[in-house]
């Protein structure tokens, strides 16, 4: 059954390491959003406390100050911060994709949570594969498999930052046919490789590959992001992408680095069924080479003439096997 469903994509600044001001801000773009009539609200990576950026800079001391207090303003799935989303995901009757850091004993996760629109926290994932930098702040969570959540406003399925381009992970999602793919990013400051066209790169590709629409948020990562003392001159970067199956976007993107909300209408199933019957793995295929080749039968091509089979890369001229 075809459906419009209206998401919004999340282009803000993080309340950097201040918890109970990031909350704060969560829960009034839950309500900014829901008023303008969304049913899924898609925020970044970490987007609680916010992305580690300090790590980029190459300072041990800074990195276990800023890592303590990252810690100290994670919060915990079933906690009082995580309740007030919830809470407001329920009062505005949304769909709620958020990006946290999870905190459990003296260990920190990067974990994302489906939220639906009764306020039930459908799923939480802790992050796997975590590159170098994550690793000096967060611990790798169990490698499990992403699930797609089913509800009023489709199948939903979500990934972080690089996760979204793991054959793995995306054929898991893939193989449940996902409608809705939350690809949430942690922004990108200036001159960050491999730069602000890789996370929309990846994005479109993955939109194609499913034939699923891709809601990717995107965290504006400004000069607040980096201690006063760091030799950092970003300027503000960050930018929000909504594609569609075919992997063109379905609206213009907000002006890089300025916080606000992209919105797009989404037809749910209409999604190309050519695309969707694809096959997620290669099928088994009988070895193909010189040797097969070689006993192979003549076949006839309707005239009276016969194909045999002919091997290149033996005769004089070194030609290469095809």
Known sequence: MRRTVRVAAIQAEPKWL???????????LIGVAAAAGARLVAFPETFLPGFPWWCWVDSNQWNVEY????????????????????AAARDHGVHVVIGFGERQDRRIYMAQA?????????SVRRKAGLNSIERKVFASGTPNLPTVQHGDIGKVGALSGQENQRPLLTRALRADEEEIHVAAWPGHPEGDAPGPDSAATVSRMYALEASA?????CAVVGNAAWDRRAPQTNR???????YAAGGTEVVTPLTEGVEGILYADLEIGSMAPDLREMDLAPRPRTRRGQQ????????RLGTDRWAVPV???EGPDGLAAC
């Open 213 to 217: 629409y891709v809601v990717a948020p």
């Open 236 to 242: 503000s970067t960050g930018q929000a992408r909504i």
């Open 311 to 313: 091997i290149r890369g």
């Open 114 to 122: 489906v939220i639906d629109d009764n306020g039930e926290m459908v």
């Open 18 to 28: 201040r918890l109970s001001e990031g909350v704060e801000q969560a829960v009034e």
């Open 67 to 86: 890592s303590t207090r990252c810690r100290e303003n994670s919060m915990t799935r079933d906690g009082a911060e995580m309740r007030r989303i919830t």
């Open 292 to 299: 097969a080749a070689r006993t192979a039968p003549a076949r």
